[in-house]
């Protein structure tokens, strides 16, 4: 299989890679893969996130078709956010990355004392 990626579609990816590595997408995307939850629900989750951003992030998300966006028709208006089907299938590989990284912090963590103290460059 040709792996040779065109340079449009390299900036594609890019783009959309940035917004899903995100600090706060993915804390979204683990939230909402345990179920379905209203905005105030997913802002005390997700510890730290201002109401703009948050706001910003599901909007963001909503759009390329990860989260789905609930209204319903109650006085006043409830909200519930959700992941796709795609948001679902996303959250397997972000679940991955986490356990890389817990399984490399030590060796990260040594790399990094190891560069400031100065051993690893010069």
Not at 27 to 40: A, G, K, P, S
Not at 88 to 106: D, F, Y
Request: aromatic residues 4%; proline residues 6%; glycine residues 8%.
């Amino acid at each position: 299989m040709d792996e040779t990626v065109s340079a449009p579609e390299c900036r594609l990816v890019t783009g959309l890679l940035s917004r899903i590595g995100d600090k706060w997408t993915v804390q979204i995307v683990m939230e909402l893969r345990q179920r379905t939850m209203r905005f105030n629900e997913v802002k005390r989750a997700v510890g730290g996130i201002s109401q703009q951003m948050l706001t910003r992030t599901l909007k963001a998300l909503e759009r390329v078709g990860l989260v789905r966006r609930t209204v319903h028709p109650t006085v006043p208006p409830q909200v519930e956010y959700a992941l796709t089907p795609l948001g679902h299938s996303l959250s397997g590989p972000v679940m991955e990355l986490g356990s890389w990284a817990r399984a490399n912090l030590p060796a990260i963590e040594r790399s990094r004392a190891d560069y400031d103290r100065g051993t690893m460059h010069g």
